[in-house]
């Protein structure tokens, strides 16, 4: 039998699981635990059709009490993961799987069933890198997960913003009919995407995303924006009044999804956006760290930071194979030593530089954790950063300069996919 089918058992006490891939069959019930696991009721049948399209087959994996078989066991603990691919620094689009809807049963937490479902996922990936979005932050990082991109909310009041004379104008913004968003906005994002931390979504991405926003009320909008090469940026957004009825009730515009592959497009979007009526303030939520949207008006002042979070998670789980898939820039070499208790395999010493990257049979000028490589990996932190936290240990200080230009992308890494 393969490791996956023998299961990976793990317990504390008297609580002890087995893991293995679900049966389709066995999808709706790991759907429920999940959403149970966020206070929430189990699945209407009017909305099963779209989450059922989004559990494929062989992408969940269950964790039992008992021997994960017969009337005795009892599904405690569930994790998905969904092949995608993730751009890196160098442009690079390199396979990474999605891991969400990761939850353990109320009674059976802290006792060893998530670390048995993220160690037999992670030993069984065929990617080189796993990504995802963590709602609690203390527990990603004893699997080898780091912050890879983050994010920040940004609050314009509407009322008072106006552009500069600079700011392009833009090529062709239009107004989809509702019913032909699900179809155009897809084709957008692949004719935008394009940055280090941005992936591909999954052919059910769309659909299950329109449900979650309809049922959170407010209807959907979208502007796209079409250049020289066709569609090629689009901004998702809905519109709603808040504050009640007193005197602080205001109408919101919610930007909930924005992606452009040019100035022009992210210009032109940001015009449409502004121009509609009746709108008090514009919050965008998620977006880029370096997205320079103050430089957009006259008065930088009308647009501020409401919060700066993580976004997405990052974990090596092929070190060699990962090193070699992005561009490093700069010159010189350095010789850095990974420590990865979960997936010994990557334990070991690399050799990384513009021209390679691979295994080096010297001692390490900078060591730590896989964790902490995986941080680097995107370009959102330094190594500097790292080493002065005391995440890496620097064992030859002159290395450390070096390390600083190869890791460095260019600009900050974002992701604006919600898995």
């Known amino acids: ?20 891939v679900l049966e389709v069959h066995e999808h709706r019930a790991a759907l429920d635990l999940f959403r149970d696991s966020l206070h929430m009721p189990p699945v209407s049948d009017a909305d099963w059709p779209v989450l059922e399209a989004s559990l494929e087959p062989a992408s969940v994996r ?9 009337s005795g066991s009892r599904l405690v603990g569930v994790h998905q993961a969904t092949a995608s691919d993730v751009v890196v620094p160098g442009d690079a689009r390199v396979a990474v799987e999605l891991h969400h809807r990761f939850a353990v049963r109320n009674g059976h ?46 609050v314009v009041d509407r009322r008072r913003a106006r552009l500069s004379e ?29 940055g280090a931390g941005t992936v591909s979504r999954p052919g059910w991405y769309e659909a299950l995303l329109t449900q979650d926003l309809e049922s959170a009320g407010g209807f959907v909008r979208a502007f796209v924006h079409s250049g020289p090469e066709g569609e090629d940026g689009f901004a998702r957004y809905a519109v709603r009044r808040v504050g009640g009825d007193g005197p602080a ?46 430089w957009l ?25 990962a090193l070699r898939a992005r561009r490093f820039e700069g010159a010189g070499t350095v010789v850095i030593g990974v420590e990865d208790a979960l997936l010994p395999a990557n334990s070991g010493h690399y050799r990384v530089g513009p021209e390679t990257a691979g295994g080096a049979g010297s001692g390490p000028q900078i060591s730590g954790s896989v964790a902490a490589w995986s941080a680097l990996y995107l370009g959102a932190v330094r190594p500097s950063a790292l080493a002065a ?25 974002w992701c604006g996919t919600y898995i």
């Not at 930071?305 to 974990?315: H, I, P, Q, S």
């Open 109 to 154: 937490t802290r006792s060893g069933v998530g670390r048995s479902l993220m160690t037999a996922a992670l030993r069984s990936a065929t990617a080189p890198l796993a990504m995802l979005r963590a709602s609690e932050g203390g527990i990603y990082g004893r699997y080898g997960f780091a912050v890879a991109t983050r994010c920040r909310e940004l």
């Open 249 to 294: 009730a205001r109408t919101v515009l919610e930007v909930l999804d924005m992606h452009h592959g040019t100035p022009q497009a992210w210009a032109g979007l940001w015009r449409s956006l502004l121009d509609v009526e009746l709108v008090d303030e514009i919050r965008a939520r998620q977006r880029p760290l370096d997205e320079p949207v103050e």
């Open 1 to 20: 039998m393969s490791e996956t089918e023998k299961g990976t058992e793990t317990g504390t006490g008297t609580v002890r699981a087995a893991t293995r």
């Open 62 to 70: 269950g964790a039992f009490s008992g021997s994960g078989s017969g």
């Open 166 to 194: 600079h700011v392009p104008a833009g090529h062709h913004t239009y107004a989809p009919a509702a019913g032909e968003i699900a179809a155009l906005l897809p084709v957008a994002y692949e004719g935008s995407r394009g």
């Open 389 to 413: 936290t005391g995440a890496l240990r620097v064992h030859d200080p002159r290395a450390l300069k070096t390390a600083d230009e190869l890791f460095w992308a260019g600009r900050e890494p």
């Open 297 to 321: 008006f006259t008065d930088p002042h009308v647009c501020r930071t409401g919060a700066v979070d993580d976004e997405t998670w990052l974990r090596l789980t092929d070190v060699g194979a």
